[in-house]
């Protein structure tokens, strides 16, 4: 990490040396013992289904295979590859089980993304070099967010969970923007092709910078929270809906009936992976601004917001973490930065209201979020790839085989980072193990 | 980020570079003619593009991998010289034996960062009438 990181590391240290000075020996030295990060660990499975046996690993032991998982250490922190129901079935119960999407991206598109194949044997080599990553992830945060006893705030299903607790809070929204807030919510875009099976074709993700991403977006205006205007249909001229000084949200009706086919499939508008949200009636700017450029959108009312402004710097990535350009290049840094771009970006859960609440913040990061991925995605579709999803600042595509080089090509371009196209060169026989991939 | 440079100086940098890789990229070196450009400037972008194909070494896993490591350990200066090999590397030669030097020279520095961090009292002990201390090969003396 950089300097300006590790004199923040510095000082947190100094920080909890100087509490713990505050006490008696004994006192320090059990409040050092409960201040202690804690170790975490990655778990294989060799059926996602079936939390059973796999390739377990904690970040400073050496792998090995279990059959059941009373075998895991019960003082690590394991991240685990079982699906959701699985994961809700047998995992949530177990107190030191994570979920296998912990960092946010699941656990083995980091390992695609690092180069690592973790089927069969593979995953001996991959589950080693994940556990290491996954415990950079986390002791940095606790580092970055001045996390004093990390063992407590680590609690949560999700990273990001946990992480939501030590930023800004988002504004609350007022109650009459909240139905309008929450229609124009879109995590994610999962266009729907038509069903096709072609043995010859692999689905590949393709990746920004994490921390670059996360940083370019929470650069951009949000609207403050005065939601004072209403516009009627006489009203309403395009340019006063998309003028930037004043962020709007429109309710409106979206026609593909006139758009290329493929054009209007990929828009994918309310159309997102996971269950499904609120009827998508409304709009936010940054969404309508390329919509318009695909769709036809029928506005029949907008609401406008004072004035745009920035996040406040406590909302924005660390700047231990931005203020070295070298900290892009580590996967353990991107990690941390998507988990708090997530934090501000998703939606909570209010207790009182039971149902999920979503800030303004969240609503224009994800879609300035969907924004750039799609037009990576209108790139690939016009390269000749099928883009499957797009959100979170990736784009995953499908392709046949033999168009992986230009796929390369492709993702050099366009500024992806990842994933590390030599294993998937390597798998469908385009070159050989250890081989560089030909110019 | 194409072209991004980085500006900071190391001084452990200055006796570790060598001519080879301090040549950076830019317009000329396109060509196969590398230039040598001032030192510990990176081409971030020029890192991407090699991650994305650089094969796996044997010894020190993928590129994502090595980098990761180095800066957990706090070896910034010799990630500057990685990453500037890598850079100079893209550019001058491509061959797979270059590949595999640069990749082997990654794994020798994250060597040299964990046996650092194996040894704190030997390694960071202050230089004390200008000699610095005797510090045991990596592996070797301190069992």
């Known amino acids: 990490m950089s300097a300006a990181h590790r004199d923040q590391i510095d000082r947190s240290q100094a920080a909890v040396a100087g509490a713990a000075a505050t006490g008696s020996a004994d006192d320090s030295q059990a409040l050092a013992a409960g201040q202690r990060m804690p170790r975490f660990g990655v778990a294989l499975m060799d059926n996602e289904h079936d939390f059973n046996a796999g390739w377990a690993c904690n970040s400073d032991g050496e792998p090995y295979y279990f059959t059941n998982p009373n075998q895991l250490d019960s003082d690590t922190v394991w991240v685990a590859s079982v699906d959701w129901s699985e994961y809700q079935f047998r995992g949530r119960q177990i107190h030191n089980v994570r979920r296998m999407d912990y960092l946010r991206t699941p656990i083995h598109r980091v390992a695609t993304d690092m180069g690592l194949r973790t089927d069969g044997p593979n995953g001996r080599l991959a589950v080693r070099e994940l556990a290491r990553v996954v415990q950079r992830a986390v002791s940095a945060c606790a580092r970055l967010y001045g996390w004093r006893d990390p063992a407590s705030e680590l609690k949560a299903d999700l990273l990001y969970e946990d992480l939501r607790r030590s930023i800004i809070h988002p504004p609350r929204s007022r109650p009459h923007v909240l139905p309008a807030l929450c229609a124009a919510f879109q995590g994610s875009s999962s266009p729907a092709w038509p069903h096709s099976y072609d043995d010859a074709s692999l689905a590949v993700t393709l990746r920004y910078n994490r921390v670059h991403h996360a940083q370019r977006l929470l650069e951009l205006p949000v609207p403050d929270e005065g939601w004072t205007v209403q516009l009627s249909a006489q009203e309403l001229r395009l340019d006063s809906v998309l003028d930037p000084q004043r962020p709007s949200l429109v309710e409106a009706t979206v026609e593909m009936g006139r758009s290329d086919p493929e054009i209007a499939t990929l828009c994918a508008f309310g159309s997102s992976a996971g269950r499904r949200g609120a009827l998508r009636r409304w709009i936010s700017q940054p969404e309508l601004a390329w919509l318009i450029e695909h769709a036809d959108v029928q506005i029949q009312t907008a609401i406008l917001s004072r004035s745009a402004r920035y996040l406040p710097p406590s909302a924005r990535l660390p700047s231990a973490l931005c203020s070295d350009p070298l900290n892009a290049l580590s996967i353990s840094a991107g990690l941390v930065a998507e988990s708090h771009f997530c934090a501000l970006a998703s939606e909570t859960y209010n207790r009182k209201l039971r149902r999920k609440q979503v800030s303004t913040w969240a609503v224009w990061l994800r879609a300035y979020d969907r924004a750039r991925c799609f037009a990576l995605a209108l790139a690939a579709i016009k390269k000749g790839f099928t883009p499957l999803s797009y959100g979170n600042g990736a784009v995953t595509v499908r392709l046949r085989k033999q168009h992986l080089p230009q796929l390369l090509e492709f993702a050099a371009e366009q500024d992806v980072s990842y994933p590390c196209f030599h294993p998937y060169f390597v798998e469908h026989g385009l070159v050989g193990v250890g081989q560089q991939i030909p110019a | ?143």
């Open chain 2, 1 to 143: 980020m194409s072209g991004a440079i980085h500006p900071a100086v190391d001084p452990a940098v200055d006796s570790a570079v060598g001519p080879e890789v301090t040549a950076a990229t830019d317009g000329s070196s396109a060509s196969g003619q590398a230039s040598r450009l001032p030192r510990c400037q990176i081409d971030i972008d020029a890192i991407r593009r090699m991650a994305l194909r650089t094969p796996s070494c044997p010894r020190a896993g993928t590129l994502v991998q090595q980098l990761d490591c180095l800066l957990e350990h706090g070896a910034l200066g010799r990630v500057l010289v990685v990453a500037q090999a890598l850079a100079a590397a893209a550019t001058v030669d491509a061959s797979a034996a270059e590949m595999l030097r640069v990749a082997g020279l990654a794994g020798q520095i994250r060597a040299e960062a964990g046996a650092r961090k194996a040894l704190p009292a030997t390694d960071q002990a202050p230089i004390i009438d200008g000699r610095k201390p005797k510090v045991a090969a990596p592996g070797v003396g301190h069992g």
